[in-house]
């Protein structure tokens, strides 16, 4: 078990690039989680899935950011024409009812830091 | 909708003085609730939790009692130690497997 990985740890962008951050979960953990953290706040559910099926999306997710999990394992999040208010640092997290009993703790990894200039 | 509210920060404590944290929560029916811990440079990282009322949860000293009546799960210890000082979240989910919500995290400085 080598936890959750993210990558890149830091990402420096200028507005109006895309970028794509990438989370891998814990292996065979089914359900995987992005939030957002801002510096001294809480980190705020952005969206999850199970397995490959996003089940849930914030409204925090404008149209401009994009999430996948195509084969249920990995997972990126892509935000487009990225905006000064997109800088923040990304949580990924993981987690399943199989290896963790019934409540399904989520397992946070590292997280990407986004700076747009 | 469901919210969390912790006290703010910093709390700064001298080595071996009584930590209390307090949390509060806003959620229909049994929400999970949950302590998160977060060290200089690293992820959140769980700390404790309860899944119903009275449940208290417990894990390297520190302690919460998940309180239905007040609506709170606030954080205790007895003797903090330089290594505790961290940022402190309290969270609540509402159905297993389903999103977290966290509270605005309060930070602590413990100076030996």
């Known amino acids: 078990d080598t936890g959750v990985s993210q990558n890149p740890r830091h990402k420096i962008t200028k507005r109006g690039q895309n970028v794509t951050f990438r989370c891998d979960p814990i292996s065979e953990h089914n359900r995987l989680y992005w939030y957002r953290q801002t510096l001294g706040q809480g980190p705020e559910f952005l969206t999850y899935?199970?397995?490959?099926?996003?089940?849930?999306k914030s409204r925090l997710l404008s149209d401009r950011f994009s999430a996948e999990r195509p084969k249920g394992s990995f997972s990126t999040l892509e935000i487009q024409r990225t905006e000064q208010g997109d800088s923040a640092m990304y949580l990924c997290a993981s987690s399943s009812k199989k290896l963790t009993g019934p409540t399904y703790e989520q397992y946070f990894g590292p997280g990407t830091r986004l700076t747009v200039t | 909708g469901n919210s969390v509210t912790q006290m703010e920060g910093p709390v700064t404590l001298s080595e071996e003085a009584f930590l209390t944290i307090n949390c509060t929560y806003t959620?229909?029916?049994?929400?999970?609730l949950f302590w998160y811990v977060q060290y200089p440079g690293e992820g959140l990282q769980l700390l404790l939790k309860?899944?119903?009322?009275?449940d208290k949860g417990s894990n390297k000293g520190f302690e919460a009692t998940y309180r239905k009546e007040t609506t709170s799960f606030h954080l205790e210890k007895g003797s903090v130690q330089v290594s505790d000082s961290a940022v402190y979240f309290c969270a609540l989910r509402k159905d297993a497997g389903n999103m977290l919500t966290f509270g605005g995290g309060t930070r602590l400085m413990v100076k030996p």
């Open positions: 309860a899944t119903k009322a009275d």
């Open positions: 959620a229909t029916g049994y929400p999970s």
């Open positions: 899935f199970q397995n490959e099926a996003q089940l849930e």
